[in-house]
């Protein structure tokens, strides 16, 4: 065998080691006993330094120091490309830290759920402080000099910076907030009434998710905490969860999932167990969850199915047809929750978060501190108090798992979704003609043949400028929201 056919095989066994390793965190999330915590995290302590020895393997360095001037197909240079950059990366973190941070984090999201649970931040803290130290020795490990926090942040957007998201934020928060403003000085449209069953909203929410798309043959659907998908290739699973006087909780998590599910599994077959058979970025990811949930599900046209498709389910909504359904799917109120939150204010907290970790990271806040940060700033974003932990602070589950830099991806990947819409738009000029009729295969297409295909195959930023003819900006994204907010609002 050639030193390029033995690197890609044993890449090969280590994608699918890993794969091992997200399903016992699927498991983790869904159906583990909750007694199995902490013998969970020594497990997954176990593969996590196993992982690190196989991406560390200094033949690897040999294999890519032999690869060089060999012809090879563009999927193979890409290939080369990510093992180079994990090599490089995953040697600079000793093996020692990288086990006690799998082993920790997985411990503390069970602390997480409790304290969440008590509202009780201080009780969380010191675990708190632990991960926060170790993401900070992982930080300067893998930045070699360099920006501590743009190191972590590179772990989910590679090429992205801080003082990037800082100038892409600086432009959209006024204008956010000044729509929020004009949107919450009118009458607040109407919202459901009823309730919903558990059993019906989980077979509606399955009706969703084949609509867009999802197969089942490849996936399935279960209930968690938090909502997340998980698994790449022939097995990619997601959750959603059920709010018997809030069914939009339980669909729109479902759909927003699925876009993340179908990313995965629209990936060229040929690239599954490759470092090339997964979505290339989470900012990119989310751009497909967002645009899956928003700019699709959460549009007029769809939003008119949708509402014959309930109505036929669930009987009266107590709604004034289905302009009202569209107003009470996008309706914007005050509320604490980012997940819940709509297209207007999202972004606000996921400002916010960003900001406070990079504080976090940098030092210049104590983990301590962190609660009373967190209400002074929602209090200075959003006008009004927080009054619990579990609905500030303790709301999330990414930092009790180390994921330090992911926050902004999730705004990112709105700035992304907004511009994959205008080309979209642009391209498929009868959309909403199949939206309404619930057929989102013209959308799911486009989106396959531009963004979800290529795996890995590009970077993030040359993916989304492919797709969209022009490198990303936020214009796209505010116009959209704006017009679409100043419409139902008759601002």
Same mark, same amino acid.
């Given at each position: 065998?050639?030193?390029?056919?033995?690197?890609?095989?044993?890449?090969?066994?280590?994608?699918?080691?890993?794969?091992?390793?997200?399903?016992?965190?699927?498991?983790?999330?869904?159906?583990?006993?909750?007694?199995?915590?902490?013998?969970?995290?020594?497990?997954?302590?176990?593969?996590?330094?196993?992982?690190?020895?196989?991406?560390?393997?200094?033949?690897?360095? *040999?294999? +890519?120091?032999?690869?060089?001037?060999?012809? !090879? %197909? $563009? =999927? &193979?240079?890409?290939?080369?490309?990510?093992?180079? @950059?994990?090599?490089?990366?995953?040697?600079?973190?000793?093996?020692?830290?990288?086990?006690?941070?799998?082993?920790?984090?997985?411990?503390?999201?069970?602390?997480?759920?409790?304290?969440?649970?008590?509202?009780?931040?201080?009780?969380?803290?010191?675990?708190?402080?632990?991960?926060?130290?170790?993401?900070?020795?992982?930080?300067?490990?893998?930045?070699?000099?360099?920006?501590?926090? *743009?190191? +972590?942040?590179?772990?989910?957007?590679?090429? !992205? %910076? $801080? =003082? &990037?998201?800082?100038?892409?934020?600086?432009?959209? @928060?006024?204008?956010?907030?000044?729509?929020?403003?004009?949107?919450?000085?009118?009458?607040?449209?109407?919202?459901?009434?009823?309730?919903?069953?558990?059993?019906?909203?989980?077979?509606?929410?399955?009706?969703?998710?084949?609509?867009?798309?999802?197969?089942?043959?490849?996936?399935?659907?279960?209930?968690?905490?938090?909502?997340?998908?998980?698994?790449?290739?022939?097995?990619?699973?997601?959750?959603?969860?059920?709010?018997?006087?809030?069914?939009?909780?339980?669909?729109?998590?479902?759909?927003?999932?699925?876009?993340?599910?179908?990313?995965?599994?629209?990936?060229?077959?040929?690239?599954?167990?490759?470092?090339?058979?997964?979505?290339?970025?989470?900012?990119?990811?989310?751009?497909?969850?967002?645009?899956?949930?928003?700019?699709?599900?959460?549009?007029?046209?769809?939003?008119?199915?949708?509402?014959?498709?309930?109505?036929?389910?669930?009987?009266?909504?107590?709604?004034?047809?289905?302009?009202?359904?569209?107003?009470?799917?996008?309706?914007?109120?005050?509320?604490?929750?980012?997940?819940?939150?709509?297209?207007?204010?999202?972004?606000?907290?996921?400002?916010?978060?960003?900001?406070?970790?990079?504080?976090?990271?940098?030092?210049?806040?104590?983990?301590?501190?962190?609660?009373?940060?967190?209400?002074?700033?929602?209090?200075?974003?959003?006008?009004?108090?927080?009054?619990?932990?579990?609905?500030?602070?303790?709301?999330?589950?990414?930092?009790?798992?180390?994921?330090?830099?992911?926050?902004?991806?999730?705004?990112?990947?709105?700035?992304?979704?907004?511009?994959?819409?205008?080309?979209?738009?642009?391209?498929?000029?009868?959309?909403?003609?199949?939206?309404?009729?619930?057929?989102?295969?013209?959308?799911?297409?486009?989106?396959?043949?531009?963004?979800?295909?290529?795996?890995?195959?590009?970077?993030?930023?040359?993916?989304?400028?492919?797709?969209?003819?022009?490198?990303?900006?936020?214009?796209?994204?505010?116009?959209?929201?704006?017009?679409?907010?100043?419409?139902?609002?008759?601002?």
């Amino acid at each position: 065998m050639t030193a390029l056919q033995d690197l890609l095989s044993y890449q090969r066994e280590t994608e699918a080691l890993a794969a091992i390793a997200g399903r016992l965190g699927w498991d983790q999330e869904t159906v583990m006993p909750r007694g199995a915590a902490e013998q969970r995290g020594e497990e997954i302590g176990v593969i996590e330094g196993i992982l690190h020895g196989r991406r560390t393997d200094p033949r690897i360095g *040999d294999w +890519l120091a032999a690869c060089e001037g060999a012809e !090879m %197909t $563009a =999927a &193979e240079a890409a290939q080369l490309r990510h093992i180079r @950059r994990s090599f490089e990366r995953t040697s600079r973190v000793p093996a020692k830290l990288a086990t006690e941070l799998a082993r920790l984090t997985s411990v503390a999201q069970g602390h997480w759920a409790e304290a969440r649970g008590r509202d009780d931040f201080a009780g969380f803290a010191p675990v708190l402080e632990k991960i926060v130290a170790l993401k900070r020795e992982e930080g300067a490990a893998l930045a070699a000099g360099g920006d501590v926090y *743009d190191a +972590l942040l590179d772990d989910y957007e590679p090429g !992205m %910076t $801080a =003082a &990037e998201l800082e100038a892409i934020f600086g432009e959209m @928060r006024p204008r956010l907030v000044a729509l929020r403003e004009a949107v919450l000085g009118k009458p607040e449209p109407k919202g459901l009434s009823g309730t919903f069953e558990e059993g019906a909203q989980m077979a509606f929410s399955t009706k969703l998710a084949l609509t867009f798309g999802y197969d089942l043959e490849r996936g399935r659907i279960d209930k968690a905490v938090h909502p997340f998908s998980s698994g790449s290739g022939a097995d990619v699973r997601i959750t959603t969860r059920t709010n018997p006087a809030d069914p939009f909780n339980c669909f729109y998590s479902t759909i927003h999932e699925v876009g993340h599910a179908c990313y995965e599994q629209g990936i060229e077959a040929d690239y599954a167990l490759t470092p090339l058979g997964q979505g290339v970025s989470m900012g990119v990811h989310e751009s497909q969850s967002r645009i899956y949930e928003n700019q699709l599900g959460r549009s007029r046209a769809f939003t008119g199915w949708m509402y014959d498709q309930m109505t036929e389910a669930f009987g009266d909504l107590g709604l004034d047809g289905a302009e009202g359904f569209y107003a009470a799917v996008n309706r914007v109120q005050k509320d604490f929750i980012r997940t819940e939150a709509d297209e207007v204010q999202y972004n606000l907290h996921i400002m916010l978060r960003f900001d406070l970790e990079r504080a976090m990271i940098a030092g210049d806040l104590a983990v301590a501190d962190l609660e009373e940060a967190w209400n002074a700033r929602f209090k200075a974003d959003f006008g009004y108090d927080v009054p619990r932990a579990s609905l500030g602070c303790l709301q999330d589950v990414h930092w009790s798992v180390g994921l330090f830099g992911y926050f902004p991806t999730y705004s990112l990947g709105n700035v992304y979704a907004g511009c994959l819409h205008e080309a979209l738009r642009a391209d498929v000029p009868d959309l909403d003609a199949a939206l309404g009729a619930g057929d989102t295969a013209p959308a799911i297409d486009w989106l396959r043949d531009k963004v979800q295909r290529h795996g890995g195959l590009m970077t993030p930023r040359e993916v989304i400028t492919q797709a969209c003819g022009a490198a990303p900006t936020a214009g796209p994204l505010l116009r959209y929201v704006e017009a679409k907010f100043g419409d139902i609002y008759s601002l």
